[in-house]
C-alpha cells in the first residue's frame, strides 16, 4: 500500500509539473529515439550462511525506442538547461550459457526516465536524474515463473548526448535501478534472490 501511494503521488507530481511547464514555456521541442541496450541484472543469494553477489551472468543485447520532451527551465542562464522527460519501451534482461548455446531471461519494460540536462560543453548536453519502470513481460529459460517479479522498477538516470546536426544527436544513457524487482525465495524464506536491472542504452535521438 505504502508503494502504491509513493507512485500515485510521484505520477500526480510528474503530470502537475508537464503541466505548468507546458503552459508557461514557449521553447519546447520534442524528439524521437531508437538505439540498442546491453543490460545485465545484479543478481544477489541471500542465505543463511553468505550472500553471493553478481552470479555469472552475461549481458543481453537488444532495443530500446520512444519519445521525449524537453522543456526549458526559465531560471537558468539563456535556457540551456531543460527538464528532459522520455517514455521509452526498453528490453533488458541478461544472458546464460549452458555448454556453448546462449540463453536468455527476457525483462521487457515501459521506462519513464526524468533528468535535468544541461549543456555544459557546445554541443554537449549532460543529463542526471531518474526513471520508473513498469513491467511488461518476463521470458526466463530456466524458471519459468515469471509472476514472481514486481510490476515496478525504481532507480536513477545518466546521459550524454551529443549534437552533430540541427536536429539529430546521438546519445549515450545509464538506468541504475536501485528497486529489486524479483520475488523469489526457497527452503521458507531462508534462500532469498535479488534481481536489479543494469541498462547502458546507445542511440540516435531526431528533435523536432
Not at 541471500?46 to 520532451?69: E, M, Q, T
Amino acid at each position: 500500500m505504502i508503494l502504491m501511494n509513493f507512485y500515485r503521488n510521484f505520477a500526480l507530481l510528474f503530470f502537475t509539473l508537464i503541466l505548468n511547464c507546458t503552459i508557461y514555456s514557449q521553447e519546447i521541442s520534442y524528439n524521437i529515439f531508437s538505439g540498442a541496450n546491453l543490460s545485465n541484472t545484479k543478481y544477489t543469494i541471500n542465505n543463511y550462511k553468505n550472500n553471493n553477489s553478481g552470479a555469472g551472468y552475461n549481458a543481453r543485447l537488444a532495443f530500446h525506442l520512444g519519445l521525449g520532451i524537453d522543456i526549458p527551465l526559465d531560471f537558468t542562464f539563456k535556457n540551456k538547461t531543460n527538464l528532459s522527460v522520455e517514455i521509452q519501451y526498453s528490453e533488458q534482461g541478461d544472458s546464460f550459457f549452458i555448454g556453448s548455446k546462449r540463453y536468455l531471461d527476457e525483462i521487457n519494460q515501459l521506462n519513464i526516465p526524468i533528468k535535468i540536462k544541461t549543456e555544459l560543453l557546445k554541443n554537449l548536453n549532460f543529463g542526471l536524474g531518474g526513471y520508473v519502470g513498469y513491467l511488461l513481460n518476463v521470458e526466463e529459460y530456466l524458471e519459468q515463473d515469471e509472476y514472481n517479479y514486481n510490476n515496478f522498477d525504481l532507480g536513477l538516470a545518466g546521459s550524454i548526448e551529443y549534437k552533430f546536426l540541427e536536429n539529430l544527436r546521438v546519445k549515450i544513457q545509464f538506468l541504475y535501478g536501485l528497486k529489486d524487482v524479483l520475488d523469489r525465495d526457497f527452503m521458507e524464506n531462508k534462500i532469498k534472490f535479488d534481481r536489479y536491472n543494469r541498462v547502458l542504452q546507445f542511440g540516435l535521438n531526431y528533435k523536432f
